[in-house]
């Protein structure tokens, strides 16, 4: 469809979240899979640069995950050595990549059809017991925070610690106060409903979850409820649609379909400028079918407007929001 194809090249797009440059880096433990340039095409994986400009990204979040094997002590090593591979694929792009510092790199890359590449924490552990480390690590280009992965950790529950009904610690309370100061975009995706709601009370800026889906329409305990969606909305939020079959549908293999069946929803209950991508490319077993990777993106807008999404609204999903609240909190 023309009109679909139009859409997307004018769009700003923003994926919020993707697991790739763990793909880049070596990797000891269950992993164990040998590194990948994410500036070369690739059959492997979902993203590098070539399939980012053919899916017309203007900007892609890479998140800074430390795997197990690295938690507690190493973490802070672990994730310097990420971030050290991320300049150095940026660096062999030739300009066709760079890292974001403010809003108006994002602009400016949509202007000269590149890509903008945000640092985000996928969990807190690089920071220890110290929340002044973020200084140094937002001067590396840190951007945005999540508190944690599944587990517990120094600063909060995960959702997989649903159980003890935990949330901030002291110091997780803390670390608040340094990534206000810092204009960090926080992030409550894989917290535990606890956490969340703690964020909620002692938090009072704009609020993202990166990559997460409605917890109405498929139970999957990384999902958001109602009044979760209602209270990011509150804040002028923005969740991100996550790729991940099994938080599309419970059982089988999503399509496009079972995916815009989460952005219905969350449109009806927080409405449409709280709605972004957060795919979770790399980062996932599989994909949605129609959504193999990232250069397939333009199939999702197509079937945005064929489910009656005006170009305004497809606009805002794609990327404006996402662009909205980094302007706000990040600059």
């Known amino acids: 469809m023309e009109e679909a194809k139009e859409i997307h090249k004018e769009s700003i797009i923003i994926d919020a979240h993707c697991d790739t440059i763990l793909h880049a880096a070596p990797r000891i433990g269950r992993y164990g899979w040998k590194p990948r340039s994410i500036i070369e095409r690739s059959d492997r994986g979902h993203i590098d640069l070539p399939r980012l400009i053919e899916g017309g990204v203007t900007c892609q979040f890479f998140a800074i995950y430390v795997d197990a094997i690295y938690k507690p002590l190493k973490a802070t090593e672990r994730a310097l050595e990420l971030i ?80 003890t009904k935990g949330g901030l610690t002291n110091i997780g309370i803390k670390a608040l106060e340094e990534i206000k100061r810092l204009r960090i975009l926080l992030d409550v995706s894989h917290l535990s409903e606890s956490g969340f709601w703690d964020i909620i009370e002692n938090y009072d800026m704009p609020i993202i979850a990166s990559h997460s889906n409605s917890k109405h329409i498929c139970n999957h305990r990384r999902n958001l409820t109602d009044e979760q969606l209602k209270a990011i909305a509150e804040k002028n939020g923005v969740v991100g649609i996550n790729f991940c079959p099994s938080f599309i549908v419970e059982e089988g293999k999503p399509t496009i379909e079972d995916l815009i069946k989460h952005i219905d929803h969350m449109d009806k209950v927080m409405g449409v400028n709280h709605i972004g991508l957060g795919s979770d490319f790399d980062g996932i077993p599989s994909t949605p079918i129609g959504l193999e990777d990232v250069s397939k993106l333009p199939k999702l807008t197509a079937s945005l407007l064929e489910h009656g999404y005006s170009k305004v609204d497809i606009k805002k999903i794609l990327g404006e929001n996402f662009l909205r609240i980094i302007s706000e909190v990040v600059g």
Request: no cysteine.
């Open 84 to 163: 050290t591979i991320l300049y150095e694929e940026v660096e062999k792009s030739n300009g066709k990549m760079f890292i974001v510092d403010k809003s108006r790199d994002i602009i400016q890359a949509k202007k000269e059809g590149k890509v903008a590449a945000l640092i985000s924490f996928e969990g807190g552990e690089p920071i220890q017991f110290n929340p002044i480390i973020l200084r140094m690590f937002h001067k590396l280009g840190l951007r945005a925070i999540s508190l944690t992965w599944n587990e517990r950790n120094m600063l909060a529950d995960g959702v997989g610690e649903e159980r």
